[in-house]
Nanobody, 120 residues
Framework: QVQLVESGGGLVQAGGSLGLSCVASGSVASRNTMGWYRQEEGKERELVAINTITPRGNTSHYADSVKGRFTISRARDENLVELEMNTVKPEDTAVYYC???????????WGQGTQVTVSS
């Protein structure tokens, strides 16, 4: 059984920085996509940043709203994904969820969520 354990998050002032980490435990297929989604209260969950491991290497994809401010990084052997959040804005306030999709499985795995609050 795969589980995603998140850490980080909390309260930060606008313009500051914050980091999130997520480790996948259990048996995880080597070809997978890990990353982060977020959900504001009353809104749908949206993609923040994801990273996909392929035989050719890693590729990352970011939401337009975080490009140039957030950076996703992977530690493949440890099934670890991190999100460095810089120059945060109040609109970045949300619950952030770790995400893992593996080949051959219909549904992705989700973390329990961690709150990020940016004060103005």
């Amino acid at each position: 059984q795969v589980q995603l354990v998140e850490s980080g998050g909390g309260l930060v002032q606008a313009g500051g920085s914050l980091g999130l980490s997520c480790v996948a435990s259990g048996s995880v297929a080597s070809r997978n996509t890990m990353g982060w989604y977020r959900q504001e209260e009353g809104k749908e969950r949206e993609l923040v940043a994801i990273n996909t491991i392929t035989p050719r290497g890693n590729t990352s994809h970011y939401a337009d709203s975080v490009k140039g401010r957030f950076t996703i990084s992977r530690a493949r052997d440890e099934n670890l994904v991190e999100l460095e959040m810089n120059t945060v804005k109040p609109e970045d306030t949300a619950v952030y969820y770790c995400y893992l999709r593996v080949a051959g499985r219909r549904d992705p795995y989700w973390g329990q969520g961690t709150q990020v609050t940016v004060s103005s």
